[in-house]
């Protein structure tokens, strides 16, 4: 169990476990574990590698690639350093790749082989940054391996303020350009010292534990799951990307105990033809989150996997999650509690406000949720006016999610208040249609947008991908939705695509949806 009178920083981390579990695994990356001795050596020599290149507290540190071990290694050197890492979604476009490090101001940058390609478009980006190479190497570019090892394994002696960033996520940018989140080692540490102070099964970590990390380290789900991991003790396996036959070989062979995905994620690995044949009982528990989850899908999950289910709501801005549904509120006969977000972790406030006001509202009425806690970040980099636009003088956070508060303190969100539909002066959530279209047999995904309607302002409208096999059954479908929501929400229209254009992280982008039909319009409501 982690000592946190001896951890402040996230650098403190690598450190206390290599001072009492030297030997033992902490990375498992494609058959190469690294001990902790093994990952302590590792990460002072990145300090002080980073230290003789003339980085300095502060500086931006960015990481464009896939995970690895050598990913985690850098990330806790740059926390030694006290500089500030800046990983990338390896699935962005080179345009907003560009953007972010242009903006981040990257003194250093470290590109991951699967990334090569863009290598001239990310360096015209970071003119003046140190480039270097992850893995195999490039032909005139410095590998990250020489150069990490040709710096002293001596332990770095720089002074790190637990107050100040370590680590800078960009948002996907859905309402501009995105904006980088700074968090510190505070915001992280200190808030999982107020969840160690309150027993929660789901969240308690035993010796033998083997976690998982298949999101993208350019996500808070990501990379904040592996910091999670690491600071238990626990041995973490890393993947590059999320592949869900590879998931469950590794829940199979490297006998998985615990690991966090999308709800996306979630329902790829339940669609793989050996999902029913896999031996989960080392499985403990499955952590979700990041979007809304049909609850049909969700009880098929909790049939086929039969662990502890634990979602978790939260976002960038909060460090990741501040609400957690517990694994008690899930049933594979499906309840109501199901469809909730959860209740406040330890030491989060949660309250739900009239959007106009700002004021709280009563339990059932429908707000804006915000939170208050250690973990809000510190702030937006360089973006001091969008910083207290999104955390009053009295540190609430506005989310941006619409939801209600239950008399019994649980947190239900609607939908993104951006995404919220407003037909006939009703206001309709597209997630609450998703979810009651989404348990038809045919549908395999579904996203549901509003477009201009003479009539009613805004009709609903929905985009369906079918299940392989699947025959387009448009009338089933509403007549399917008919008996869960009312008549109102209906889509007045429905179309049957390939596919769901989807961001970095795996939501649906409806903006692209969106987009065609409001063009040439001053507003995005009508």
């Known amino acids: 169990m982690v000592d946190y009178d001896l951890v402040h920083t996230l650098g403190d981390i690598v450190r206390f476990h290599a001072s009492r579990r030297a030997q033992s695994v902490a990375l498992t990356f494609e058959g190469r574990d690294t001990t902790w001795a093994a990952l302590e050596s590792g990460t002072d020599r990145v300090a002080n590698a980073l230290h003789a290149a003339g980085c300095r507290p502060g500086d931006r540190v960015a990481f464009v690639g896939k995970g690895t071990d050598e990913f985690f290694e850098l990330f806790f050197g740059v926390a030694k350093s006290g500089a500030v890492m800046v990983p990338l979604q390896w699935r962005l476009a080179a345009a907003e790749m560009q953007q ?37 190497g490039r032909e005139g570019l410095p590998r990250y391996a020489d150069w990490r090892d040709a710096a002293p394994a001596t332990p770095h002696t720089t002074t790190v303020d637990p107050a100040a960033p370590v680590l800078q996520l960009y948002t996907s940018g859905t309402t501009g350009l995105p904006k980088g989140v700074m968090l510190s080692h505070r915001n992280i540490l200190q808030f999982r010292r107020e969840e160690g102070r309150t027993p929660m099964g789901w969240n308690e970590w035993i010796e033998d534990d083997v976690n998982l990390v298949a999101m993208p380290v350019g996500h808070i789900g990501g990379v904040g799951w592996g910091i999670v991991s690491l600071l238990n003790g626990a041995r973490t396996v890393i993947h590059r990307e999320f592949i869900p036959a590879n998931v469950l070989e590794a829940i199979e062979r490297q006998r998985i105990s615990k690991l966090f995905v999308v709800p996306t994620a979630l329902q790829m690995l339940l669609m793989q033809p050996r999902v029913r044949q896999i031996d989960y009982s080392r499985l403990r528990h499955i952590l979700y989150g990041a979007s809304p989850i049909p609850l049909d899908l969700l009880r098929e999950a909790t049939q086929v996997f039969g662990c502890g289910f634990c979602q978790q709501y939260g976002m960038t801005e909060t460090s990741g999650t501040v609400v957690y549904l517990p694994p008690s509120d899930h049933s594979a006969a499906g309840t109501k509690r199901m469809r909730a977000a959860g209740i406040p972790m330890p030491g989060v406030e949660i309250r739900v406000v009239d959007a106009h006001s700002r004021r709280p509202v009563a339990p059932g009425e429908v707000g804006e949720v915000e939170t208050r806690s250690v973990a809000n970040m510190v702030g937006y980099w360089n973006r001091a006016e969008a910083t207290a636009e999104t955390v009053n003088t009295d540190g609430w956070l506005k989310t941006g999610d619409a939801g209600y508060l239950d008399e019994d303190g649980y947190l239900y969100i609607h939908d993104r208040f951006k995404d919220m539909i407003v037909s006939g002066a009703e206001n309709i959530y597209p997630a609450e249609v998703e979810n009651a279209m989404y348990g038809h047999p045919a549908v395999q995904e579904v996203a549901v947008i509003g477009v201009p309607d003479d009539k009613w302002g805004e009709a609903v409208k929905a985009f369906v991908v079918l299940k392989p096999g699947a025959t387009p059954d448009i009338e089933g479908i509403l007549a399917f939705a008919r008996d869960r929501i009312a008549a109102f929400k209906l889509p007045k229209s429905i179309d049957v695509v390939a596919v769901l254009p989807r961001g970095p992280s795996g939501k649906i982008l409806r903006r692209t949806l969106r987009d065609p039909f409001w063009a040439g319009r001053e507003r995005r409501v009508n």
């Open 100 to 136: 972010i490090l242009a903006d981040s101001q990257a003194a250093v940058l470290f590109v991951g082989s699967d990334q090569f390609e863009k290598l001239d478009l990310l360096r015209g980006a970071a003119p003046n940054a140190r480039v270097f190479a992850m893995e195999g």
